[in-house]
């Protein structure tokens, strides 16, 4: 892939010599953006010159910054800048023209307004990926609408099912969120792939609602064709059993058993070898109706004994269960600590480090990396401008204006 004569690399990497600017906020697009970063890209946070609303959620730096912004920002630098004002907007265009990438979470309107959509930049740069993360895609009733993850939770089913017969339940992680902006991240990389081919960029576009629907697609599809109009069941599966929480004597653990093999090893386990023959627990879709059952034995069977007496079992079983962690739990696993799945990274506006997940995946030639914390704010305003061939009394200027 080739690289924009401005480019700045962050560092050796897949995507060394590339640049992206990010136009996103919160989770979807800034993810994304970080994604390429972690690769190597070079990316430009553009944000409000106050700060955007992202920047400080949940607080946990001494300077204010959240965890969410520490663990969406990485591998950044920032540039502040009045989008509303005609000089920050010359500036956004003198960007584009340098850029490989441009990542954007907002409405098609606004879009247009700020001079980001796609007619826009390709007419600046025809060599440009316009990645967008939107809530509703750019067409339809809804596309004009805000939208966050727990919107596509709901709208796809998913919560309806995961929740308790008398009310929904929304999962309180953001997996609408993270799972666009890994679908958007791999759409970036196939559009960059393509540009080698064909020498221009493209539009890539990913949803909240769209990968939501992705995520419950099968439930749709079996009441699509079968109708069984299932109703929320809490935390029992509907195929194979047991699948369910159970509570020990020292705390919760989650099983799930699917096919008969694993239905006999469970049954062997428990005490009750006879429930392998019996006609009700045929197959998994008769488990699954009949889990209340099953998830009754095993319930009374983990009340007796411990967590890791539980789990102990299970693991000879060769069947798959996990604990019930608390956050604290997970930061304390010997597996997660002991694999490097939660490092510790700095910050500048911060006493210590913080655990930040790493890249979704390793490359064994062209590995991910960390190369830099969540940048402060502005941090990289005048580095960035400079190296447009702003002068120092130019960029003092904007200052002064407002503008950055």
Same mark, same amino acid.
């Given at each position: 892939?080739?690289?924009?004569?401005?480019?700045?690399?962050?560092?050796?990497?897949?995507?060394?010599?590339?640049?992206?600017?990010?136009?996103?906020?919160?989770?979807?697009?800034?993810?994304?953006?970080?994604?390429?970063?972690?690769?190597?890209?070079?990316?430009?946070?553009?944000?409000?010159?106050?700060?955007?609303?992202?920047?400080?959620?949940?607080?946990?730096?001494?300077?204010?910054?959240?965890?969410?912004? $520490?663990?969406?920002?990485?591998?950044?630098?920032?540039?502040?800048?009045?989008?509303?004002?005609?000089?920050?907007?010359?500036?956004?265009?003198?960007?584009?023209?340098?850029?490989?990438?441009?990542?954007?979470?907002?409405? /098609?309107?606004?879009?247009?307004?700020?001079?980001?959509?796609?007619?826009?930049?390709?007419?600046?740069?025809?060599?440009?990926?316009?990645?967008?993360?939107? =809530?509703?895609?750019?067409?339809?009733? $809804?596309?004009?609408?805000?939208?966050?993850?727990?919107?596509?939770?709901?709208?796809?089913?998913?919560?309806?099912?995961?929740?308790? /017969?008398?009310?929904?339940?929304?999962?309180?992680?953001?997996?609408?969120?993270?799972?666009?902006?890994? =679908?958007?991240?791999?759409?970036?990389?196939?559009?960059?792939?393509?540009?080698?081919?064909?020498?221009?960029?493209?539009?890539?576009?990913?949803?909240?609602?769209?990968?939501?629907?992705?995520?419950?697609?099968?439930?749709?599809?079996?009441?699509?064709?079968?109708?069984?109009?299932?109703?929320?069941?809490?935390?029992?599966?509907?195929?194979? =059993?047991?699948?369910?929480?159970?509570?020990?004597?020292?705390?919760?653990?989650?099983?799930?058993?699917?096919?008969?093999?694993?239905?006999?090893?469970?049954?062997?386990?428990?005490?009750?070898?006879?429930?392998?023959?019996? /006609?009700?627990?045929?197959?998994?879709?008769?488990?699954?109706?009949?889990?209340?059952?099953?998830?009754?034995?095993?319930?009374?069977?983990?009340?007796?004994?411990?967590?890791? +007496?539980?789990?102990?079992?299970?693991?000879?079983?060769?069947?798959?269960?996990?604990?019930?962690?608390? /956050?604290?739990e997970a930061l304390d696993d010997p597996h997660v600590n002991a694999t490097g799945l939660l490092p510790q990274r700095p910050f500048d506006g911060m006493t210590g480090t913080y655990p930040l997940a790493p890249h979704p995946v390793d490359l064994s030639a062209t590995?991910?990396?960390?190369?830099?914390?969540?940048?402060?704010?502005? +941090?990289?305003?005048?580095?960035?401008?400079?190296?447009?061939?702003?002068?120092?009394?130019?960029?003092?200027?904007?200052?002064?204006?407002?503008?950055?």
């Amino acid at each position: 892939m080739s690289a924009s004569p401005a480019s700045t690399p962050s560092s050796a990497g897949l995507l060394a010599g590339m640049r992206v600017l990010d136009f996103g906020r919160f989770i979807a697009g800034p993810y994304c953006a970080a994604l390429l970063g972690d690769l190597g890209a070079d990316v430009i946070r553009i944000e409000r010159v106050e700060g955007g609303e992202d920047r400080y959620v949940p607080p946990v730096a001494d300077s204010g910054e959240g965890g969410l912004y $520490l663990q969406m920002n990485r591998n950044k630098r920032c540039l502040t800048l009045d989008l509303a004002s005609d000089e920050g907007r010359a500036i956004v265009r003198e960007l584009v023209q340098t850029a490989d990438v441009v990542v954007a979470n907002l409405p /098609p309107a606004t879009l247009s307004k700020l001079g980001l959509d796609w007619d826009s930049i390709h007419a600046l740069n025809a060599r440009t990926v316009l990645t967008l993360a939107t =809530a509703y895609g750019s067409t339809g009733p $809804l596309a004009q609408q805000p939208g966050f993850d727990s919107v596509g939770q709901a709208m796809s089913g998913a919560m309806y099912m995961s929740g308790l /017969p008398d009310a929904p339940v929304r999962a309180n992680v953001n997996y609408v969120d993270i799972s666009t902006a890994q =679908a958007c991240a791999m759409g970036t990389l196939a559009a960059l792939w393509a540009r080698e081919r064909t020498g221009l960029g493209q539009r890539v576009e990913g949803s909240l609602l769209r990968s939501a629907l992705i995520h419950g697609n099968s439930v749709l599809i079996e009441q699509a064709v079968r109708a069984p109009d299932r109703v929320p069941q809490g935390n029992r599966g509907y195929l194979g =059993a047991p699948g369910d929480l159970f509570r020990t004597t020292t705390g919760w653990l989650v099983v799930q058993s699917v096919g008969q093999a694993m239905f006999d090893r469970w049954c062997a386990m428990v005490g009750r070898p006879e429930l392998s023959a019996e /006609p009700r627990y045929a197959s998994d879709e008769l488990r699954g109706r009949h889990g209340a059952e099953i998830s009754a034995i095993m319930g009374e069977w983990c009340a007796q004994r411990t967590r890791d +007496e539980v789990l102990a079992a299970l693991a000879r079983a060769k069947i798959p269960a996990g604990p019930v962690y608390s /956050p604290q739990e997970a930061l304390d696993d010997p597996h997660v600590n002991a694999t490097g799945l939660l490092p510790q990274r700095p910050f500048d506006g911060m006493t210590g480090t913080y655990p930040l997940a790493p890249h979704p995946v390793d490359l064994s030639a062209t590995p991910a990396g960390f190369h830099r914390s969540a940048p402060r704010l502005g +941090e990289h305003t005048d580095e960035i401008l400079g190296a447009l061939g702003h002068s120092a009394q130019a960029i003092a200027g904007l200052r002064a204006r407002g503008v950055v």
